[in-house]
Structure formats: structure tokens, C-alpha cells
């Protein structure tokens, strides 16, 4: 055996063992226990807001209103503590739309609220008339108007959630042990608080979240920098933390679509579709070691190294799986089997010609070389038409198939051309299966 091709053999095994180490469920590679399933196949939610543009301040750019919705929604969901969330942004001749994926979300009703809500904070005091009585509604219930102090700058502003700083958190009362949210001001909310709450001790403020009062706790003191907002539920007060610590949504959302995926339907589309890979490549190995004998056995040996590569790839990166993914995959494979069948024929041409073993298994190669790269050149034009259009048009299965199939098709070249000869190589190496009956060429 040649050096060279016994250097390449022992990285290919070295690669495999490494490979086959990182799919191995439980190795927590780079944080990573399992591989990364889509909504289809773990169950969530799936949602698609319209992001009205019209509300915007004229002095920003659509771009930067939509880059900047994405990543507040981002902050969301993330401190929500939702698994793996997909958040992507989709511009088309309809308008703008950022898409959510939620997978494993159980309340779904909350998270869409967490989603959607600008989380406008603002504080108001009770509207006196000159005796300094409050003023009624014609409900009979007081009316609130928002609070204002003098700025630093010496202008009139109003106290609102622009000021607070990105460090809101839940706490426990210490009396009463109920769950508030805690907040700090900047330098100049820290002055409009001060003012406000000075003119008010021993009065309501009210603090109002999307014009709707959620709170109206007594001034006791004045207060400064920090304060807090009573009146919520555990849940409430979560939810409220992170709204205000990942700032107000710059437009108003609407939500256009929502799909509700069963856990059961994933698991099962799960099991269906392991099932059908595995039916498959039996018989792709089956027919691959009846027709093409030894060459066939090597074949499926590399094909064995490939499914391993691209699965460690698909975790390491990490790919989300979904149906279309799976199908991605399963077509690759098939692509590197359809290689695999032209060095074959090759091969067998070649050994009926009268070649040597060695001489045949080079040439195969070497005239199968053209056609291989040809076909997967094809494929990979075919994956980034289909990605730009997913992309285009919204459509992120589609975006999951091409993506498998291009990384798929990628590794299958390597393994074809690579993995394969370098198994045939060795094999010629070792004196091993020297007869032409060995690679199903019949005995003239």
C-alpha cells in the first residue's frame, strides 16, 4: 500500500471515530445533547406577524425598523426561556412579515402576547380640578393624565419607558411575599421620577402598560432612581421584565398567521420518516452488494462514512431539521450512491477490457470524474434557486430542504470521490479480491 493512501485511509477513520463520536446522543458536544428538530417534527407553534411600516418615525429606514423588530423579538422569546426559537424576517411585494417558530411552547397564548405587545410604559397621576379633588369620568371613576417633570435640559418631558435602563427583574415583596418587578432609571428619568413622585407622596401613580393601568401604587416617598410595580402575577411580572428590558417594538405587529404543531404529530412524522430512510438504504445496499460484488461492498462502506460526516455536520453547525431537511438528506444520499454507480461501470469496463485491477479502479475513476462533477453541479444550482426562492417567498421547509441537499451533496462528493477510491486503493494494496468476478464482471 502506498503512504499516501495509507495516510488518507487512517484520517478517514480518524474522521469517522470523531464523527461518529459527536452524533452519539449524550456527548454534550460544544453544549449540544441532541440535534436541532424544526416545529414540524418537535411540536410548537408557528407565527407570522405583519410589521406595519406606516407607523414608523419618517426619519428611520424600513431596514432598520424591521432589523430592529427582529431582534427585540429575539430578546423575547429568548429571556422566555423558549428552546432553539426561529425568528426571520420575510420582505415581499405583500410588505414586511417577521416569522416566529416557538418549538415545545406550551402556552402559546402568553408567548404571542410577550410577541406582539409594543410595551409602552408610562406613568400618570389623577387629574385634580382647582380645589385639588380628582375629576370623574362619566363612569364615575378617575381620570389619569400622564406625569411630567422638567428635564435636565430644562424642557418639559414625560416620565416614559425610554428612560428606564435594560435591567428589570422579578422580585418577592418581603411582607407580603407577592411578586413585583423592580426597575432603575437612567440619569434623566432618575429627575423626572424624582419631581413626579415628590408632588405626589401619599397619592396613586399610575403606571400604564399599552394605555391600560396596571398598577396604582402610593407614593410613600420620594423616590429617584429605583422603584418598583406592584399588582402583577408571577407570570405578569415575567412577562413585564422582559418587555421593558428588551425595549418597545418600534411599529405596531399584527398577527397573519398561526399553526398549532401537535408534539404527537412530530414524533410520529419522526418515526415515519427514520423508517422510510432506513427501508430505503437497505435496499440501495442490498442491490449495490448483489450487482456490483466487492466494488458495491466498498461503496456502501463509504456510504456508511457519509451518513455519519453529514449527521455530525447537521448537529455541529447546527442544521434544524425538518421534514423537507430529512427529504434533503435522503436525496443525497441517493446522490452519493448514483456516484458510486458510475465508478462501478466503470470499473467493470475497464476489468473486461483486460485491465489490471489497479489500472481499472484509476481509470473508473478517472473517466467517471467528469459526469459526477457535471450532476452535482446540477444539484447545487437547483439548492440556491430553491433557497432564494424560500427565502423570497417566505417559505422556510423549502429553505430546510435545499439547505440538507446542498450540504448533502457537498459531503457525497467527497465520499465519492475520496472515501471510495481510497477503500478500492487500499483493497488493491492488500492483494485483496483480485478477480474479476469479484466486481460482477462475468467470466468471459
Known sequence: MKKGNARLLIFILILFGFTLWVILPGNGIFGRDEFKLGLDLKGGSHLVYSIDLTKKDPAQKDADVIEGVKNKIERRVNAYGVTEPIVQTIRNERGSFVLVQLPGVKDIDEAIKLIGQTAELDFREIKLDQTGKPILDENGKEQWVKATATGSDGQERELAGKYLKPNASVVLAPQTNEPEV??????????????????NLQKPLGIFLDDQLISAPTVQAVIKERGVITG??????????????????????????RRDVGATLGEDSLRKSLMAGI??????????IAYYRFSGFMACLALVVYVVLTLAIFKLIPVVLTLPGIAGFLVSVGMGVDGNVLVSERLKEELRRGRT???AVEEGFRQSWSAIFDANITVFIACVVLYWLGNTFGNFLVIGFATTLFIGTALSMFTQVVVTRTFLRTVVGLGMARSPGAYGVAKQ
Open 279 to 288: 427501508i430505503g438504504s437497505a435496499m440501495v445496499v442490498l442491490f449495490m
Open 357 to 359: 485491477l489497479g489500472a
Open 182 to 199: 423592580a426597575f432603575e432609571w437612567n440619569a434623566e428619568g432618575a429627575v423626572l421620577f424624582e419631581q413626579i413622585t415628590k408632588r
Open 232 to 257: 402583577l402575577n408571577i407570570n405578569e411580572a415575567r412577562t413585564l421584565a422582559i418587555q421593558l428590558n428588551s425595549g418597545s417594538l418600534d411599529v405596531p405587529l399584527e398577527i397573519v398567521e
